[in-house]
């Protein structure tokens, strides 16, 4: 496999005890040859508190291949942010990676449907106001006897029943083109991801079950309910802390 992907950095990276570390969601760019898998179904755990934001799981690119990151609730770098998620691009023969970023709104991200408010354009799993986050029940997990702050909207609901589960946009894949306000959120301040998602990510990295290859039908972790917490199968099963092997 290592033979059919090439991995393009087109920005920063660093050595690490002689090893190295790719951010493969802020500072590099990565082309494979060969398409990423399609997009994991699952269910999203229980919002663990007030003031997470879901941000979807996807397929990033390592040196063994394609591997799976696990769907997370995370606490925003500041208040009034909401992510974009990282999407792949497949222009001219290859399909790029896109990271994802924190912004004022939500950008473009390739049409993607992750599920859980983000499917395609925008997000519908919440949104801010006051200063403070509201959850579209209709969309998101909530355990509402514990979070007060909540709404329900039911005419943004979505399932991925009966819809693409491509993780790339570009023919073969979803065809979609950025709307015009989409074109300006990429063009505005975008904030990069925080450290515990740059963890979260690194983690996934090292674990080896979250590798896609023939013999594995799913990444052993497919959601989590935070950031070094509860890991959940591609059945919803707990799996218990965030230890990674």
């Given at each position: 496999?290592?033979?059919?992907?090439?991995?393009?950095?087109?920005?920063?990276?660093?050595?690490?005890?002689?090893?190295?570390?790719?951010?493969?969601?802020?500072?590099?760019?990565?082309?494979?040859?060969?398409?990423?898998?399609?997009?994991?179904?699952?269910?999203?755990?229980?919002?663990?508190?007030?003031g997470y934001i879901w941000t979807p799981g996807y397929w990033?690119?390592?040196?063994?291949?394609?591997?799976?990151?696990?769907?997370?609730?995370?606490?925003?770098?500041?208040?009034?942010?909401?992510?974009?998620?990282?999407?792949?691009?497949?222009?001219?023969?290859?399909?790029q990676w896109y990271p994802g970023y924190w912004g004022a709104?939500?950008?473009?991200?390739g049409g993607i449907n992750y599920g859980w408010g983000y499917?395609?354009?925008?997000?519908?799993?919440?949104?801010?106001?006051?200063?403070?986050?509201?959850?579209?029940?209709?969309?998101?997990?909530?355990?509402?006897?514990?979070?007060?702050?909540?709404?329900?909207?039911?005419?943004?609901?979505?399932?991925?029943?009966?819809?693409?589960?491509?993780?790339?946009?570009?023919?073969?894949?979803?065809?979609?083109?950025?709307?015009?306000?989409?074109?300006?959120?990429?063009?505005?301040?975008?904030?990069?991801?925080?450290?515990?998602?740059?963890?979260?990510?690194?983690?996934?990295?090292?674990?080896?079950?979250?590798?896609?290859?023939?013999?594995?039908?799913?990444?052993?972790?497919?959601?989590?309910?935070?950031?070094?917490?509860?890991?959940?199968?591609?059945?919803?099963?707990?799996?218990?802390?965030?230890?990674?092997?």
């Open positions: 496999m290592k033979n059919v992907f090439t991995a393009i950095v087109l920005f920063s990276f660093l050595f690490l005890t002689g090893t190295l570390r790719i951010n493969a969601q802020i500072n590099i760019r990565v082309s494979a040859h060969i398409a990423p898998p399609p997009i994991e179904v699952y269910t999203q755990p229980n919002c663990p508190g007030d990033a690119y390592g040196a063994d291949g394609y591997y799976w990151i696990p769907g997370v609730w995370v606490l925003p770098p500041g208040p009034g942010l909401l992510w974009t998620p990282g999407y792949w691009d497949f222009v001219d023969g290859l399909y709104s939500v950008g473009y991200y499917f395609g354009t925008g997000y519908s799993g919440g949104r801010w106001q006051s200063g403070h986050f509201y959850y579209n029940t209709a969309v998101s997990r909530i355990n509402t006897s514990a979070i007060h702050n909540v709404y329900s909207e039911k005419s943004v609901q979505h399932t991925f029943k009966n819809v693409n589960h491509s993780s790339f946009n570009g023919n073969g894949g979803i065809i979609y083109k950025p709307l015009a306000n989409e074109r300006r959120e990429e063009a505005s301040k975008q904030i990069q991801p925080t450290s515990e998602q740059n963890s979260h990510y690194q983690k996934s990295v090292q674990d080896k079950g979250q590798f896609s290859s023939p013999r594995q039908v799913h990444p052993s972790a497919i959601s989590m309910d935070r950031i070094g917490g509860n890991r959940f199968n591609s059945g919803g099963r707990k799996m218990g802390g965030g230890a990674h092997h």
